[in-house]
């Protein structure tokens, strides 16, 4: 009796499932192919050139199969409409679909793996996945997508795996990945990104395969965190490298030390050319720097390097402080001077470059009173002072040559003179000879002439010389008388 019982239960069961296969199947409508695929009822409706959702779908169908379609955009509650609530398992991959309503999949409460890949999706709401909880996978590489908003993965307690790969994506939130516990695999390569926070994913405690590379990261100070918390978790997979800056344009991030993640400093103050007037005996100059890492910061006066110390004084202070990662090194400079006037260049440097800032320092205190052609009095009195230790100087150059000049002058004149009175010894003798001759012929004695006026030696010179000549010239050994005393008369009028 209890065999027979068992076996009639047995045949009740054998036709409901007989039934059950049989309303599954012969529900589903071309193009679609219906049939039993992993365990689970599927519709394979793949490459059938449809434009929406199919209708006559049994709703016991487990997967759907909708790639190569042209859905164009997924509506409010899309699948709820058609009866389609009991997916696990939803293929939209290249169905160019490029909106989806946020409410789209929101009948899906059993759905564990979505794939949305290449399609032409721009933008995902905050709560597109919202009530999708048992959802393990989701694809949505090669589109789009441009930014991860908060909130988009939230609260997805068993989401496994996530792919956005080749897609535009420049942001993403630092809450996008929220509650998250068993999130191990994250694809975002082949996108947009340069900076990343490392908040962003500091909360996915099982996170062990991410891939960041083909993304224009600029490896400064801003990736500085995020890119030493990836490698200090073994997150690290090549060929992620830096794209900017040009110094280590394509190194790759493991082969660079934190500390060449750097920013280039930023001065904030001094504002560029700007100019400061000071009536103070001991002026302040104020430099407030911004840079990771810290950058070095030094003054510069009229483009040398200043030194605290010259000629053994002090004459600057620096003082330094931090506040709010803003750091200041002012510079004072003590007792100023006329001389301090001038352009003082604050500059700061660190790895990731360098930036400088120049303010003009003018001392109203020598502006007016105590100048003189718009020169201090001091600075006045020095070069008038070298002014005319040059011209006394010069004055004392010219002295001498002119010294120099009247010493030789006189040399030759004495020189001359000396000549001239050897010429009129000469002429003496030759006139002392020709009287001897004359009174051979009974000639009177030749008697000279006395000077009535004192010529100079020179003029003397010459004229005795002149009258050398004559008597030379003239033939007195002939015979012929020479009237000495008219020539010497004649000669004494010349003179005069």
């Known amino acids: 009796m209890a065999h027979k019982c068992w076996q009639t239960w047995l045949n009740i069961a054998l036709v409901f499932l007989t039934t059950t296969a049989a309303d599954f199947t012969t529900e589903c409508q071309r193009p679609c192919d219906c049939r039993w695929q992993s365990g689970n009822k599927a519709a394979i409706c793949a490459n059938s050139s449809l434009r929406v959702i199919p209708v006559n779908l049994s709703s016991d169908i487990q997967i759907l199969d909708l790639s190569n379609n042209n859905l164009l955009q ?14 696990k398992k939803l293929f939209l991959k290249d169905c160019n679909i490029e909106v989806v309503h946020k409410a789209a999949f929101v009948s899906l409460a059993i759905m564990i793996e979505l794939d949305l890949s290449k399609n032409r999706i721009r933008h995902l709401h905050p709560d597109t996945f919202k009530g999708t909880e048992k959802l393990r996978l989701i694809n949505l590489s090669n589109n789009l997508v441009d930014k991860l908003e908060d909130g988009l993965f939230r609260n997805l307690k068993y989401l496994q795996k996530v792919e956005l790969s080749n897609n535009r994506i420049v942001r993403i939130a630092t809450k996008a990945f929220v509650n998250l516990p068993q999130l191990k695999i994250l694809r975002i390569d082949g996108n947009n990104l340069s900076h990343m926070k490392p908040e962003t994913l500091m909360a996915l405690r099982n996170l062990s395969g991410l891939d960041l590379h083909n993304n224009p990261w600029r490896c400064d100070c801003n990736l500085q965190t995020f890119r030493d918390w990836v490698i200090s978790h073994n997150l690290y997979t090549p060929p992620t490298s830096c794209a900017e800056p040009a110094s280590i344009r394509s190194k790759l991030w493991n082969e660079l030390d934190s500390s060449n993640f750097a920013c280039r400093p930023t001065i904030l103050e001094p504002l560029p050319d700007s100019t400061i007037k000071s009536y103070e005996e001991n002026v302040t100059l104020i430099c407030k720097v911004v840079g990771n890492p810290t950058p070095e910061v030094f003054w510069r006066f009229n483009g040398k390097t200043i030194e605290l110390r010259s000629f053994g004084e ?91 000049k009247q010493s030789m002058e006189l040399r030759r004149l004495i020189k001359t003179d000396t000549s001239s009175s050897n010429g009129e010894t000469l002429l003496e003798g030759s006139v002392a000879s020709e009287a001897e001759k004359g009174s051979k012929t009974d000639v009177n004695p030749f008697t000279k002439p006395p000077r009535k006026y004192e010529a100079s030696a020179l003029s003397i010179g010459i004229e005795m010389s002149e009258l050398n000549k004559i008597l030379l010239d003239n033939d007195c050994v002939s015979g012929e008388l020479f009237n000495i005393k008219d020539y010497t008369t004649k000669y004494q009028r010349k003179l005069n």
Do not use: W
């Open 74 to 87: 997924l509506h409010q509650e899309a699948f709820k409409r058609v009866g389609l609530s009991n997916l």
């Open 314 to 404: 002090i004459r600057y202070t620096v003082s330094e402080n931090t506040m709010d990662l803003i750091r200041f090194v002012n510079l004072t400079v003590l007792h100023t001077r006329y001389s301090d006037r001038g352009n003082y260049t604050c500059v700061a440097e660190n790895p990731g470059g360098r930036d400088e800032k120049t303010l003009t320092l003018v001392l109203s205190k020598y502006s007016g009173s105590g100048t003189i052609a718009g020169m201090h009095e001091d600075t006045f009195a020095v070069l008038i002072g070298s002014l005319i230790s040059i011209l006394f100087f010069i004055g004392f150059l010219y002295a001498v040559c002119y010294s120099v």
